[in-house]
Every structure is written in structure tokens, then in C-alpha cells.
């Protein structure tokens, strides 16, 4: 059973923009295309707004006054988006729908929320698009309601999540792992593992030292929750990145990750985080791919 969390809200119009905002309405039509959405095995929930203690497990008062108040403040406009309500609140939609899929994925064993994967929001600004820390939220949540003990993040955005790496510095049962590109935005912080990866890295060396990484989570830390920022932008053609995967490299990225965990039975909750290919249907079948492989284990549906 795979659980998909998602809203048409999740859109907002942010204008020109190299965020496509209108990613996650063409990954989920794309889904439905292919009948996936119909299958007995394919659950579908709608998302929430997070509660402001929800948005306090991760977030300062002073930050959320100004976010939830719409102000443009230094902490808001790090963002690098419109601060309007609409625009906000599709944000926050976005990071809720993350809690939903994260508990989902406590029974289903797998789930995916066509959205969030803010990675570079921290407690107090937002950064890089993000406004609000969706996957660290969730992990204090399920930390919280002990249904996680020990929770692995694997970050596979082409950008190190440097909030997250931030908010978990001193947390011994959340690791955070980050592959990225090493010479480009953010200034980085320290995660529990980072490889900073040279300009120009294809496919082959990309898969090999994440293989490593999954290896040594997965032996040294023993997370009984995982989190999969599957980021699209490592692709070759992405407008903010330097990295030069390919469709088949995403494919096989995937199935490590997917495969690995899921193979664990451990439960898998995965966001799309970023994606700014130059034609906008690299990212949307990059995050396509994503979904299919993970309807592959079940088993009235048959991936790519
Ligand atoms: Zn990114």
C-alpha cells in the first residue's frame, strides 16, 4: 500500500519564477493518466495545516508571527518568494500535507506527499524557497507520538539541506545524511554525513558513494523511519545545479533508496524537495519515476 498526499492548494502564483510552482499539479494528473490512482493499493489522503505547536516543534514565535502575519522582515525575505498570504499558506498546506503522509507511512510503510522537502527553512528565517522545515517537523512529531525511534533523513537534493543538518546538530536519534553538490548555494552547515559532490558528477560516481552512504546508515545507525527528499535537481539539464544524472541515473537512485528501505520494511516517507530543469516535464517525470518505483512493490501495480 502506498499512501499519496496531496492538494491542487499546494499551487501558488508566485509569478516568474524558477520555482515551478506548478510541479505538483503535473506529477499528480501525470499519476492519474496511467489509472494508478484507482488501484485498491494507492491511497489517497488530503493534507493539513499544521497546528502552531506543530510549527513550534521546529519554529521560533518571533519567526512564525512574522511568516503567519505576511510581513517582510529579514528573517521572511530570505525566502526568495512573494511574501503574500496565498503564497504562504500553499507553502504551509504543502508542509502539512509532510505530517500527514509521515504518519501514514507508520501503517502503510510507505507513503509520499507530492510536495514539501523544505529543506532550508531553520527555526528562525526561512532560506532557498522554504518557509517551514516540513520534514523536521515530522520527525519531532513522530518522535513525540512514538512512532519513530530512531529516524534516518536521506537528502538526495542537489543542495545540502543545511536547516535541517542545523535543527538535528545536537539530536542523537534523527541523522541527517545530505549528498549535494559541494560548490553551489547553501553555505553549508554540518550534517551527520554530507558528501559534497564535485561540479559535473554523473550518474555512476553519484550512485556509488550514495550506495555507501545507505550502507553505513543502515549498519551503523539502524533508523527504524526514513525520510527521501527525492530532489530533481541533480539532473543534467537543471538551471540551478551542476550535477549530470540522468533519467536512468534518478531510476536507479530510487531503487536504492526505495529498495533498501522498503526491502527493510522500514517505513518511507518521501517528499519531492527541488527540481528546475529547463522543460519543467524533466523534474515532473524525474518525480514521476519516483512514485512509480514506489508502487512497484505492491502488487497489483507494476512500475516502469
Ligand atoms: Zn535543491
Known sequence: MTTIVYSDKYFANI????????????????IGKDGYLQSPSVQI??????TRDELRFVHEDK???????????PSTFSSELPMRREVVEAFLLSSGGTLVAAESAVTTKKSVN??????????????????????????????KE????????????????????????????VFTFSIHQENNYPIKQTSDLDIGLDDGVGDDEYLKRLGGAIEQIQKEFRPDYVFYLAGADPFEDDQLGSLELTHEG??????MVVGTFC????????????????????????HYNTCLRLFADDKDLKGE
Do not use: W
Open 45 to 50: 489522503l488530503q493534507p493539513r495545516m499544521p
Open 250 to 255: 534518478f531510476k536507479r537512485r530510487d531503487e
Open 15 to 30: 509569478g516568474p519564477h524558477v520555482f515551478p510552482a506548478q510541479k505538483y499539479r503535473l506529477v499528480y494528473d501525470e
Open 146 to 173: 512514538k512512532k519513530a525511534t530512531r529516524i534516518a533523513i536521506v537528502d538526495c537534493d542537489l543542495h545540502q539541506g543545511n536547516g535541517t543538518a542545523y535543527i538535528f546538530r545536537d539530536e542523537p536519534n
Open 63 to 73: 519567526y512564525l508571527d512574522d511568516v503567519l502575519g505576511f510581513r517582510i522582515t
Open 114 to 143: 507530492l510536495g514539501g522537502g523544505f529543506h532550508h527553512a531553520f527555526p528562525d528565517h526561512a532560506e532557498g524557497f522554504c518557509f517551514f522545515n516540513d520534514v523536521a517537523m515530522a520527525c519531532r512529531m513522530l518522535l
Open 263 to 286: 526491502g527493510a520494511d522500514i517505513p518511507l516517507c518521501v517528499v519531492l524537495a527541488g527540481g528546475y530543469s529547463r522543460d519543467v516535464r524533466d523534474t515532473v517525470r524525474i
